[in-house]
Protein backbone atom coordinates (compact mmCIF):
# COMPACT_ATOMS: atom_id res chain seq x y z
CA UNK A 1 0.00 0.00 0.00
CA UNK A 2 2.72 2.16 0.62
CA UNK A 3 4.53 1.64 -2.31
CA UNK A 4 0.91 2.37 -4.60
CA UNK A 5 0.97 5.99 -2.32
CA UNK A 6 4.66 6.88 -3.24
CA UNK A 7 4.22 5.73 -6.99
CA UNK A 8 1.25 8.16 -6.98
CA UNK A 9 2.92 10.76 -5.60
CA UNK A 10 5.91 10.88 -7.62
CA UNK A 11 3.64 10.77 -10.53
CA UNK A 12 1.80 14.10 -9.39
CA UNK A 13 4.76 15.62 -8.37
CA UNK A 14 6.71 14.96 -12.13
CA UNK A 15 3.03 16.24 -13.83
CA UNK A 16 3.39 19.49 -11.57
CA UNK A 17 7.17 20.12 -12.87
CA UNK A 18 5.93 19.75 -16.76
CA UNK A 19 3.22 21.74 -16.50
CA UNK A 20 5.16 24.72 -14.21
CA UNK A 21 8.46 24.35 -16.94
CA UNK A 22 5.89 24.52 -19.93
CA UNK A 23 3.95 27.40 -18.74
CA UNK A 24 7.39 29.40 -18.10
CA UNK A 25 8.14 28.38 -21.93
CA UNK A 26 5.05 29.65 -22.76
CA UNK A 27 5.38 33.32 -21.07
CA UNK A 28 9.10 33.15 -22.26
CA UNK A 29 7.67 32.52 -25.94
CA UNK A 30 4.97 35.73 -25.58
CA UNK A 31 8.01 37.84 -24.11
CA UNK A 32 10.07 37.10 -26.99
CA UNK A 33 7.10 37.70 -29.36
CA UNK A 34 6.28 41.25 -27.66
CA UNK A 35 9.99 42.05 -28.15
CA UNK A 36 10.17 41.64 -31.68
CA UNK A 37 7.18 43.27 -32.44
CA UNK A 38 8.07 46.82 -30.61
CA UNK A 39 11.46 46.66 -32.21
CA UNK A 40 10.36 46.28 -36.06
CA UNK A 41 7.73 48.92 -35.86
CA UNK A 42 9.42 52.38 -36.98
CA UNK A 43 9.60 55.43 -34.69
CA UNK A 44 7.30 58.97 -36.11
CA UNK A 45 10.23 61.62 -36.97
CA UNK A 46 10.92 64.27 -34.37
CA UNK A 47 10.80 67.02 -37.28
CA UNK A 48 7.32 65.51 -38.26
CA UNK A 49 4.74 68.06 -37.01
CA UNK A 50 0.88 66.79 -35.75
CA UNK A 51 -1.57 68.05 -38.07
CA UNK A 52 -5.24 66.80 -37.22
CA UNK A 53 -6.89 67.83 -40.47
CA UNK A 54 -6.51 69.15 -43.69
CA UNK A 55 -7.10 73.29 -42.18
CA UNK A 56 -3.94 72.17 -39.87
CA UNK A 57 -1.96 70.49 -42.92
CA UNK A 58 -2.90 74.04 -45.25
CA UNK A 59 -1.87 75.93 -42.38
CA UNK A 60 1.41 74.39 -41.55
CA UNK A 61 2.36 73.46 -45.18
CA UNK A 62 0.86 76.67 -47.32
CA UNK A 63 4.29 78.80 -47.13
CA UNK A 64 6.26 75.81 -48.23
CA UNK A 65 4.08 75.54 -51.34
CA UNK A 66 4.10 78.80 -52.19
CA UNK A 67 7.87 78.68 -51.96
CA UNK A 68 8.15 75.78 -54.21
CA UNK A 69 5.48 77.56 -56.80
CA UNK A 70 8.38 80.57 -57.08
CA UNK A 71 11.30 78.17 -57.67
CA UNK A 72 9.61 75.37 -59.69
CA UNK A 73 6.39 76.84 -61.34
CA UNK A 74 3.79 74.44 -59.91
CA UNK A 75 1.03 75.85 -58.45
CA UNK A 76 0.92 76.00 -54.97
CA UNK A 77 -3.05 74.84 -55.15
CA UNK A 78 -1.66 71.36 -56.79
CA UNK A 79 1.12 70.83 -54.31
CA UNK A 80 -1.35 71.35 -51.28
CA UNK A 81 -4.18 69.15 -53.20
CA UNK A 82 -1.68 66.47 -53.80
CA UNK A 83 -0.20 66.51 -50.21
CA UNK A 84 -3.66 66.45 -48.49
CA UNK A 85 -4.45 63.87 -50.93
CA UNK A 86 -1.55 61.73 -50.35
CA UNK A 87 -0.62 62.05 -46.97
CA UNK A 88 -4.36 61.85 -45.68
CA UNK A 89 -3.22 65.24 -44.17
CA UNK A 90 -0.02 64.29 -42.80
CA UNK A 91 -1.51 61.32 -40.66
CA UNK A 92 -0.88 58.21 -43.40
CA UNK A 93 2.07 56.30 -42.10
CA UNK A 94 4.60 57.32 -45.03
CA UNK A 95 3.92 60.90 -43.90
CA UNK A 96 4.60 60.19 -40.22
CA UNK A 97 7.38 57.70 -40.48
CA UNK A 98 9.26 58.87 -43.06
CA UNK A 99 8.14 62.57 -43.64
CA UNK A 100 6.94 61.25 -47.44
CA UNK A 101 3.67 63.75 -48.28
CA UNK A 102 3.54 62.31 -51.94
CA UNK A 103 3.87 58.78 -51.96
CA UNK A 104 7.20 58.84 -53.98
CA UNK A 105 8.88 55.56 -54.28
CA UNK A 106 12.71 54.71 -54.22
CA UNK A 107 13.14 54.13 -58.08
CA UNK A 108 16.73 55.40 -57.98
CA UNK A 109 16.85 57.24 -54.94
CA UNK A 110 20.40 56.42 -52.79
CA UNK A 111 19.04 57.70 -49.32
CA UNK A 112 16.95 56.29 -46.38
CA UNK A 113 14.16 54.30 -46.97
CA UNK A 114 10.46 52.19 -45.83
CA UNK A 115 8.80 49.44 -46.84
CA UNK A 116 5.05 49.88 -47.07
CA UNK A 117 2.26 47.70 -49.25
CA UNK A 118 0.65 50.03 -51.76
CA UNK A 119 0.10 48.51 -55.55
CA UNK A 120 2.20 45.38 -54.14
CA UNK A 121 3.16 44.03 -50.67
CA UNK A 122 6.24 45.81 -49.50
CA UNK A 123 7.18 48.25 -51.42
CA UNK A 124 9.85 50.57 -51.43
CA UNK A 125 9.65 54.68 -49.92
CA UNK A 126 11.98 57.28 -49.89
CA UNK A 127 12.42 58.63 -46.64
CA UNK A 128 13.52 62.33 -45.23
CA UNK A 129 14.66 64.02 -42.14
CA UNK A 130 12.21 66.78 -42.72
CA UNK A 131 8.88 67.20 -44.52
CA UNK A 132 10.61 70.11 -46.55
CA UNK A 133 12.55 67.94 -48.48
CA UNK A 134 9.85 65.91 -49.21
CA UNK A 135 8.14 68.63 -50.80
CA UNK A 136 11.50 69.53 -52.46
CA UNK A 137 11.44 66.13 -54.31
CA UNK A 138 8.06 66.54 -55.09
CA UNK A 139 9.38 69.51 -57.13
CA UNK A 140 11.87 67.72 -58.66
CA UNK A 141 10.17 65.03 -59.30
CA UNK A 142 8.02 66.70 -61.71
CA UNK A 143 10.16 69.17 -63.18
CA UNK A 144 12.96 66.80 -63.87
CA UNK A 145 10.75 64.05 -65.98
CA UNK A 146 9.73 64.87 -69.71
CA UNK A 147 6.18 63.08 -69.29
CA UNK A 148 5.36 66.12 -67.11
CA UNK A 149 6.74 68.56 -69.28
CA UNK A 150 3.82 69.88 -70.54
CA UNK A 151 2.39 70.80 -67.65
CA UNK A 152 4.88 73.84 -67.15
CA UNK A 153 3.67 75.06 -70.30
CA UNK A 154 0.20 75.79 -68.64
CA UNK A 155 -0.37 78.74 -66.48
CA UNK A 156 0.08 78.72 -62.53
CA UNK A 157 -3.52 79.04 -61.70
CA UNK A 158 -4.80 76.69 -63.94
CA UNK A 159 -5.47 74.41 -61.67
CA UNK A 160 -7.58 72.00 -63.38
CA UNK A 161 -5.61 71.47 -66.66
CA UNK A 162 -2.33 70.35 -64.03
CA UNK A 163 -5.01 68.11 -62.12
CA UNK A 164 -5.87 66.65 -65.18
CA UNK A 165 -2.58 66.94 -66.71
CA UNK A 166 -0.83 64.68 -63.57
CA UNK A 167 -3.78 62.38 -64.21
CA UNK A 168 -2.48 61.98 -68.25
CA UNK A 169 1.10 61.82 -67.55
CA UNK A 170 0.95 58.62 -65.70
CA UNK A 171 1.44 60.01 -61.89
CA UNK A 172 -1.35 57.92 -60.54
CA UNK A 173 -3.57 55.23 -61.37
CA UNK A 174 -7.23 56.67 -60.17
CA UNK A 175 -9.17 57.33 -62.61
CA UNK A 176 -10.70 59.90 -60.38
CA UNK A 177 -7.64 61.41 -59.05
CA UNK A 178 -7.97 64.92 -61.05
CA UNK A 179 -11.44 65.29 -59.72
CA UNK A 180 -10.07 64.66 -56.50
CA UNK A 181 -7.20 67.12 -56.50
CA UNK A 182 -9.95 69.46 -58.02
CA UNK A 183 -12.49 68.53 -55.38
CA UNK A 184 -10.22 69.90 -52.69
CA UNK A 185 -8.90 72.67 -54.08
CA UNK A 186 -12.25 74.11 -54.47
CA UNK A 187 -13.35 73.10 -51.23
CA UNK A 188 -10.46 74.37 -48.95
CA UNK A 189 -10.03 77.48 -51.59
CA UNK A 190 -6.74 76.52 -52.32
CA UNK A 191 -6.36 78.47 -55.54
CA UNK A 192 -6.09 81.76 -53.40
CA UNK A 193 -2.75 80.86 -53.07
CA UNK A 194 -1.73 80.96 -56.21
CA UNK A 195 -3.72 84.03 -57.78
CA UNK A 196 -2.86 86.00 -54.41
CA UNK A 197 0.95 85.53 -55.16
CA UNK A 198 0.49 86.29 -58.70
CA UNK A 199 -1.42 89.07 -57.80
CA UNK A 200 1.52 90.10 -55.00
CA UNK A 201 4.03 89.86 -57.40
CA UNK A 202 2.55 92.45 -60.10
CA UNK A 203 1.47 94.90 -57.85
CA UNK A 204 5.05 95.14 -56.29
CA UNK A 205 6.80 95.03 -59.55
CA UNK A 206 4.58 97.54 -60.71
CA UNK A 207 3.92 100.22 -57.50
CA UNK A 208 7.94 101.92 -57.59
CA UNK A 209 11.08 102.38 -58.98
CA UNK A 210 13.12 99.67 -57.85
CA UNK A 211 16.76 100.24 -55.86
CA UNK A 212 19.59 98.16 -55.12
CA UNK A 213 20.70 96.77 -51.77
CA UNK A 214 23.59 94.42 -50.34
CA UNK A 215 21.90 92.29 -47.84
CA UNK A 216 23.94 89.82 -45.76
CA UNK A 217 22.94 86.46 -45.04
CA UNK A 218 21.83 85.33 -41.53
CA UNK A 219 21.11 82.07 -39.96
CA UNK A 220 17.65 80.83 -40.89
CA UNK A 221 17.61 82.60 -43.73
CA UNK A 222 16.53 80.99 -47.38
CA UNK A 223 15.75 82.88 -50.64
CA UNK A 224 12.44 82.54 -50.26
CA UNK A 225 12.85 84.31 -47.09
CA UNK A 226 14.84 87.42 -48.44
CA UNK A 227 12.27 87.86 -51.51
CA UNK A 228 9.44 88.31 -49.49
CA UNK A 229 11.15 91.03 -47.24
CA UNK A 230 11.95 92.99 -49.97
CA UNK A 231 9.36 92.45 -52.49
CA UNK A 232 11.08 90.51 -55.67
CA UNK A 233 11.46 87.05 -56.45
CA UNK A 234 13.22 84.19 -56.08
CA UNK A 235 14.01 83.74 -59.61
CA UNK A 236 15.37 87.88 -59.67
CA UNK A 237 17.48 86.95 -56.75
CA UNK A 238 19.40 84.12 -58.37
CA UNK A 239 20.00 86.48 -61.64
CA UNK A 240 21.01 89.33 -59.95
CA UNK A 241 24.11 87.21 -58.15
CA UNK A 242 24.42 84.46 -60.73
CA UNK A 243 23.64 81.49 -58.33
CA UNK A 244 22.97 78.17 -59.72
CA UNK A 245 20.87 76.85 -56.53
CA UNK A 246 18.88 78.15 -53.67
CA UNK A 247 21.78 77.36 -51.24
CA UNK A 248 23.08 80.29 -49.07
CA UNK A 249 25.97 80.56 -46.34
CA UNK A 250 25.55 82.81 -43.46
CA UNK A 251 27.81 86.23 -44.54
CA UNK A 252 27.24 85.82 -47.71
CA UNK A 253 26.37 88.84 -49.50
CA UNK A 254 23.65 89.46 -51.60
CA UNK A 255 22.74 92.53 -54.40
CA UNK A 256 18.97 92.39 -54.53
CA UNK A 257 16.79 95.26 -56.47
CA UNK A 258 13.84 96.07 -53.94
CA UNK A 259 10.71 97.87 -54.59
Not at 19 to 43: C, D, F, H, W
Not at 62 to 71: A, G, T
Not at 159 to 168: D, E, I, T
Not at 227 to 235: E, F, G, K, M, P
Request: charged share 25%; aromatic share 10%.
Amino acid sequence: MKRIIIVIFLGLLISSCGARRKAKLKVMSSKVEITINKTSKPEPSKNTPVTNNALDYISYYKSISISEMYLYGIPASITLAQGILESGSGKARLARDANNHFGIKCHDWKGARVYHDDDKAQECFRKYKDPSQSFRDHSEFLANRKRYAGLFKLKKDDYKGWAKGLRKAGYATDPKYPQKLISLIERYELYKYDVKSKKSRTKNESSSPSSKVQYTVKKGDTLYSISRLYNTTVDAIKQQNNLRSTALTIGQQLIISSN
